[in-house]
């Protein structure tokens, strides 16, 4: 205890004898730092001492209330009368989680989270960055569409920048309703738009060739029943959009089109149509999507089909099934020959008699592997792509599955005897195992700054 009290009073003489400017810095460090520096200023406050919170700049100010939870940031309007100000003025960052952190998916949402939300948005007068209702949204929604709807149209009047609605089955909390208010549809500041489990609106109300979110660069959509039409519309009318996801969205409309001259990065994940029909996507760069066959149904029957039109710069593409996608690149159908039932094994007379391919001669840098087995044939393979590709730089394998040492030093030892075998001459080759398999990360998946999403 006595230690704990010595460390106390040297951070506030640190506090004391720091610049204001580095004393407030010091807030973000941890929330111990940040106790010590508010603490420091009041106690400065009550003495009479220097006024150092008047000296800081308003931007300084600001930065340091918007990284701290919104409780905290509340609280800071006590400190002073230029606190106040700050805090009515910072950019608001709301996560009903933060106000009542004790709250699970099972517990009942109470008036008080929604009248002290609603309080939150009436008192704060300044902007809305961001806004996540894990928990409250949803009970809104289905007790009192009134109220939802005014959040709406006050979001939208403080001009938010990113919205994040979660809805949740209806036995857990008792609401009967899944469908979002259409009034989301006229924040037309946003930045970014997350729904999960929600019936979307209809847009058929939309002016024809309006923008919906004429400033929108990312749109997520998980488990959202959505038209078609709805679709096309939010993706035309939506001219800076970057990032688009649909995933685990199991009744999906029969056809998807895709259409919008400003997407990059195109993610169907779990989730199963008819058609993805890429139209005109010139600045589209990444598309991902990864789905089963629906159950009961064979692949004749029932296959996925992937039309990619006007794509440019198209850069990533995948995870490409033979078994259940079939391929259309412009006027060009590729499929599977056969049925579902593999044909045989490769073995490496196979891979000896393989024609040369003039891109893993010449310019193949780097391989990644997914759920290596350690099979035959996946040996021979990998030893057809180290031998032939003469600027390899990088080749990774990933484990199926399992952290079994044994297992791990049998695999190393297959591909020191059977694969990695020929040295190519002026080549510097890395070889890197991993274990664990190959995990989803949408986070990955999405992010521009990453050449390969699938290297994860």
Known sequence: MQDERALGAVRDLLMRRCPPRDAARTAVLSPRWRHVWTSSLTTSDINGGEDRISRLPDKLLSNIVTRLPLKDAARTSTLSPRWRRVWASTPLVLCDADLFPVLSYGSFVSHTITDTISCILAVHQGPVRSICLTYSFHCVVAHDVTLSCKWLRVLADKGVESLEFFNH??????????????????????????????????????????????????????????????????????????????????????????????????????????????????????????????????????????????????????YLDPGIHVL??????????????????????FWLEASPIKCLKSTLRKVVVKNFRGYGSELSFLRFIWERAKVLQELVVDL??????????????????????????????????????????LNIASNLTLSDPFDF
């Open 328 to 349: 259309k690149v412009g006027s060009t159908v590729i499929k599977s020959g056969g049925g579902d039932e593999p044909i045989g094994e490769p073995n490496s007379k």
């Open 169 to 318: 089955p209806s036995s857990i909390f008792g609401s009967t309703s899944t469908s979002l208010p259409s009034e989301v549809l006229l924040v037309t500041s946003l930045v970014r738009l997350s729904l999960r489990h929600w019936d979307f609106p209809s847009t058929d109300c939309l002016r024809r060739a309006a923008y919906v979110f004429p400033r929108l660069c990312e749109l997520y959509l998980c488990d959202i029943h959505i038209g078609a039409t709805d679709i096309d519309r939010l993706l035309q009318y939506s001219p800076e959009l970057e990032i688009f996801a649909l995933i685990d969205s199991k009744c999906m409309p029969p056809n998807v089109r895709i259409r919008n001259c400003n997407l990059q990065c195109a993610i169907f994940w779990m989730s199963v149509a008819n058609m993805f029909e890429v139209l005109a996507a010139p600045s589209l760069e990444r598309l991902i999507l990864w789905c089963r066959k629906p159950d009961g149904q064979s692949i004749h029957d029932c296959p996925i089909r992937l039309s990619i039109g006007h794509t440019p710069n198209l850069k990533v593409l995948g």
């Open 400 to 441: 199926a599955s399992g952290d079994d040492p044994a297992l791990i030093e049998e695999i190393i030892t297959k591909l020191k005897s059977e694969v990695c075998v020929k040295r190519v001459e002026g080549r510097k080759s890395m070889f890197m195992l991993r274990s664990g398999g190959s995990k989803w990360c």
